[in-house]
């Protein structure tokens, strides 16, 4: 019988020599929401009219 697509997916990407990629996906994916989280925050403040406070926000 031949694995299903996940089934094969997870044997490909479980082997030891491809955990680092998968690590990697986290930690891109992570650091991609830290920054659509502050692009949000920076956003707010212009529309706010307190364009200024951006750089305070920045090196907090």
């Excluded at 997916?9 to 020599?17: R, W």
């Excluded at 680092?20 to 920054?35: C, Q, R, T, Y």
């Amino acid at each position: 019988m031949q694995p299903s697509a996940l089934e094969n997916f997870l044997l490909i990407a479980l082997k030891p020599d491809n955990m680092p990629i998968g690590g990697m996906l986290f930690i891109v994916a992570f650091v991609f929401w830290i920054a659509i989280r502050q692009m949000i925050k920076h956003d707010r403040l212009i529309k706010e009219g307190k364009k200024e406070k951006i750089f305070d926000e920045m090196i907090k």
